[in-house]
């Protein structure tokens, strides 16, 4: 985790090298902000789970999407990126996240040509990955700026994830004394979602992560234990987030699980075929 300014924006900042578990990655709309500057041969993005894959050779930006999104591996692969909370990536935009909501952006067009190709200049001719993940801080550092409405943005994003997204959002701008549509307008612009939006991305999230796919599983249950008014309900909520049938996500999750065990991937991403 990087050090102050940038440890209350980012989880983590991070390098992948070689042949990716799959070339083609199905990943979920969950809350996790990414940006990633490309070192290798152009990568594929397809948004959602129908229309055409975009080709990608800087990098990307990822807001919080609101389906599932399919990333296509050069193989072999070289990147440094960064997971982001889910306001974290704001303050390095110069757009309203809600502009990039299902629409990922190149690094080219939120930072500009001359400074992405500057950027990989520098990353490719360090010596070691540490020291591109120092240049890629240093780089977020030099580029954080103010974003009206973060620090509410942030504390009530906060309540919402340490409730899975179980707290009532009425509630939250009650205690926050603001609107619910003051509250939407700046959560849009700052993660990309409404503040009901991003609980239900928290809530399917921890249900879903919390299945184990080695042992019956009652969908019945589970829809009933995430406060699901019924299983329709949450067989399409389950399609929406993930791409998959829930009985198609149990064996892709299998499938992964057996042919990389203990594999850094092996929390949300998926084999696309």
């Known amino acids: 985790m990087p050090g102050p300014p940038l440890d209350g924006l980012i989880y983590d900042l991070y390098y992948l090298e070689g042949t990716p578990p799959y070339s083609r990655l199905m990943l979920p709309a969950a809350p996790a902000p990414l940006l990633i500057v490309n070192l290798g041969a152009p990568f594929l993005i397809r948004a959602g789970t129908d229309g055409e894959a975009v080709e990608y050779t800087d990098g990307c930006a990822v807001t919080t999407p609101t389906r599932a999104w399919e990333f296509g591996y050069p193989t072999p692969t070289r990147s440094v990126g960064v997971h982001f909370r889910p306001w974290g990536l704001a303050p390095f ?11 990922p952006a190149t690094v080219k067009q939120i930072w500009g040509q001359p400074a992405i190709a500057e950027l990989r200049h520098r990353l490719t001719s360090a010596d070691a990955p540490d020291e591109m993940l120092i240049l890629l801080e240093e780089e977020l550092v030099r580029r954080l700026r103010t974003v009206n409405g973060l620090d509410i943005v942030r504390h009530l994003s906060s309540a919402i994830a340490e409730t899975g997204g179980a707290v009532p959002i009425s509630d939250l701008g009650v205690a926050a004394r603001a609107s619910g549509t003051y509250l939407a307008k700046r959560f849009k612009e700052v993660i990309g979602v409404t503040p009901k939006r991003l609980a239900r991305s928290y809530r399917f999230t921890a249900t879903v992560l919390a299945i184990n796919v080695a042992a019956p599983i009652d969908w019945g249950d589970v829809a009933a234990g995430a406060g699901y008014f019924d299983q329709a309900h949450f067989t399409h909520e389950f399609r929406e987030f993930t791409g998959l049938t829930p009985t198609r ?13 203990n594999h850094a991937l092996d929390g949300w991403p998926l084999p696309a075929a």
């Not at 935009?93 to 629409?103: H, N, S, V, W, Y």
């Not at 892709?252 to 065990?261: S, W």
């Open 93 to 103: 935009l110069p757009m309203p996240a809600a502009e990039l909501c299902d629409r």
């Open 249 to 261: 996500y149990v064996e892709l999750r299998q499938r992964f699980l057996r042919e990389h065990p």
